[in-house]
């Protein structure tokens, strides 16, 4: 079997394309009546819509035109995924923060990775109802850009921050949807610390542009809610670890369910070494 390697090169000529594919599939969720829409329950008990499957449609048919060669994971086709992976696939989570949505509330993201040897070299976390995405590409740098509808607009380079001076509070992202009692642990042993609440896969974005310094989630997760923001954050300067303050590897699991049982992103990668 052929094994598809796309390298930072391959991955930055890829970038305006995907970028404007997963804006396209952000418009598609939006024109979605959340008032009206069916919601169905999974076998694990999270909910998908119709918003769900149309932003997958989009993003399945825009790959496999710009990148027919290269294997997809996303979290509404795992039944068609044979891990593991070799080389690079694509991690796809076409509208995360569904519970988020169904509530009417605007941080929900689709959220496209680039997976190489089962590292994220290019991800791209979009919030459609923001006009907001944060998208890098780990070597290259990150950006937040702002949109309407399909077109985009300011592009601004991001970077994220060193840690707080002595004295100065710890921001901690934290879900509204997803709490534990060992994140909130967590979080209390950052000098005093504030919490900043945000919704789905925005508070990677959040970190990768410098106004949170952590994000814990002591909880399982699955890798398409992770790939996309651990690019971003790496690219940015930041880095995102198990646990343990160990790597993460995707795409490598099977018996799993490409189940990530806990994560910390940092946005100073030097806090890793006194955790």
């Known amino acids: 079997m052929q094994v598809s390697i796309i390298d930072t090169e391959a991955a930055s000529r890829l970038m305006d394309p995907l970028t404007a594919l997963v804006v396209k599939a952000g418009e598609a969720i939006l024109a979605v009546n959340r008032a009206a829409m069916r919601v169905d329950g999974k076998q694990d008990g999270s909910p998908v819509t119709e918003a769900d499957l149309a932003a997958d449609r989009i993003i399945a048919d825009g790959l496999a035109q710009l990148a027919s060669g290269v294997p997809t994971l996303s979290e509404e086709r795992t039944q068609l995924a044979s891990p593991p992976f070799h080389g690079s696939f694509f991690l796809i989570d076409p509208l995360d923060g569904t519970k988020e949505f169904v509530a009417g509330r605007d941080e929900f993201t689709v959220n496209l990775a680039l997976v190489t040897e089962g590292v ?146 940092w946005g100073d990668p030097q806090a890793v070494d006194g955790y």
């Open 120 to 265: 994220p070299l290019l991800g791209i976390v979009s919030a459609p109802a923001l006009g907001l995405l944060w998208r890098g590409i780990v070597g290259r740098g990150a950006e937040r850009v702002r949109f309407d509808g399909t077109t985009i607009g300011a592009t601004e380079a991001i970077l994220t921050r060193r840690l707080p001076a002595q004295g100065e509070p710890w921001i901690a992202a934290v879900s509204r949807s997803h709490g534990d009692p060992k994140s909130e642990a967590f979080i209390d042993n950052r000098p005093n610390a504030v919490r900043k609440t945000c919704g789905s896969a925005v508070k990677f974005g959040r970190i990768a542009e410098g106004s949170a310094d952590i994000y814990p989630r002591f909880g399982p997760t699955s890798e398409w809610d992770v790939g996309a923001g651990c690019a971003v954050v790496t690219a940015a300067g930041g880095r995102v670890t198990d646990g343990n303050g160990g790597e993460l590897r995707f795409g490598q699991r099977g018996d799993t369910g490409f189940i990530i049982p806990d994560f910390i992103a």
